[in-house]
């Protein structure tokens, strides 16, 4: 299941703001450009938090904030969904779901409606409560499987923040029965299976790097070695070990990631340099993904940030490479650095300004016209940004 287009809207009663954006089209690959404010990273975190909606029933707001989506999505076997929904102060307003053009399911603001049986190819009626997505609640594989893949998608859509600590600080404790939990949470998660609230979290890389080692063993740590010393670095080990700041006891130790470089003295995490920590997490957390039965799309916000050129052109070749060779997988990245503009093809690119209080996108499927014409000008990538040539609509006479 890909996202292929998407239109938000969010409006507040009190102070009479609202902001939105429409139809922005997505394909395998992503990169969505634009100044400081331009909106890039809104429009990330609001396809996020559409996969957090249907993926935990988070139907929370406030009484004078309405939220708008309407989804495109073409499902692994060439089905198109359109996936709608309105919600304002914890009710839902409207829910819609078609299938090919078929209303597979119709929800009021009263909570009632009907949702299409695949078993007995007829409606049924339903009534549930005002703030429970019918996405959520009507999960039924004999009945209902045409949402299942809807929901696996928001289930294993992962967002990164490349300027957060993306886990840098944050430890395991694993017991003596190796059952790790993050930071004295008393919820155990099992090496033999994880949930979506862990797979989606970005401050999990220790324990995801633990379960990987335990589960698929050295193939596991030697891909990350692979993929980290692609990006410029020699890094020759990386294993878990007691935390630097804390003693381990009879059945507890607080571990942490330490690497070694060019053979030398290992590492803890805490001390590592910011950039190559992210891009490490990032590294382990996408292979941590690619043993899972489903595809896991990604979303990285501010990719690149805090390292040089080079290993950020490596890295999103990298990220790039992994999606081609899945294309089950998206990838969303977001950047306003000239030297990742530079490094990702333009047919890649969304590039989002503002209007007013409307975000708007130009891309290769929008404006074809320019971006083609911008291929025999010489120029570098980020020209076609800085000098707003993406605003024209051709560079050529094409008379």
């Not at 100044?35 to 707001?61: C, P």
């Not at 980290?228 to 009879?250: H, M, Q, R």
């Amino acid at each position: 299941m890909k996202l292929q287009t998407i239109s938000f809207y969010r409006e507040n009663f009190v102070d009479k703001s609202f902001w939105k954006y429409e139809n922005l089209n997505f394909e395998n690959i992503n990169l969505i450009v634009g100044q400081n404010s331009a909106g890039k990273s809104r429009i990330v975190r609001t396809i996020f938090a559409l996969s957090e909606l249907i993926t935990y029933n988070k139907i929370n707001t406030l009484a004078n904030i309405k939220f708008h989506w309407n989804a495109k999505f073409l499902s692994s076997t060439d089905e198109i969904y359109h996936y709608e929904i309105i919600y304002q102060n914890n009710h839902v307003l409207l829910e819609k779901l078609t299938l090919n053009g078929e209303d597979f399911i119709i929800r009021n603001n009263r909570g009632s409606g009907k949702i299409k049986s695949s078993k007995l190819d007829d409606y049924l009626d339903f009534e549930v409560d005002l703030d429970v997505l019918i996405l959520f609640n009507k999960k039924d594989k004999l009945h209902h499987p045409f949402i299942i893949e809807l929901a696996q998608w928001a289930e294993n859509l992962s967002y990164y923040n490349f300027g957060a600590p993306l886990g840098q600080n944050t430890n395991a404790v694993v017991t003596n029965k190796f059952m790790p939990k993050i930071n004295q949470n008393t919820k155990k998660i099992k090496l033999d299976s994880v949930d979506k609230s862990f797979i989606k979290n970005d401050m999990h890389v220790v324990v995801k790097f633990h379960i990987g080692i335990d589960q698929i063993g050295d193939k596991f740590k030697n891909i990350i070695l692979e993929d980290i010393n692609s990006l410029g670095y020699n890094v020759t080990d990386i294993k878990l070990d007691n935390s630097p700041e804390t003693a381990s006891n009879a059945e507890t130790s607080l571990m942490c990631l330490y690497v070694q470089e060019n053979n030398l003295s290992y590492i803890p995490q805490v001390y590592i340099s910011q950039g190559m920590f992210r891009a490490l997490s990032i590294i382990i957390q996408i292979t941590f993904n690619r043993y899972l039965a489903i595809p896991t799309s990604l979303i990285i916000d501010d990719i690149g940030e805090g390292l040089d050129f080079e290993r950020s052109s490596k890295l999103i070749k990298l990220l790039i490479d992994r999606v081609n060779d899945n294309p089950d997988k998206q990838l969303f990245l977001t950047t306003n650095d000239k030297y990742v503009m530079n490094s990702v093809p333009l047919k890649y690119w969304n590039i989002v300004y503002s209007e007013n209080s409307e975000i708007k996108c130009k891309n290769i499927n929008n404006s074809k016209q320019i971006f083609e014409d911008f291929a025999f000008t010489g120029l570098n990538n980020f020209d076609f940004f800085t000098g707003k040539i993406f605003q024209k609509t051709s560079l050529i006479d094409h008379d």
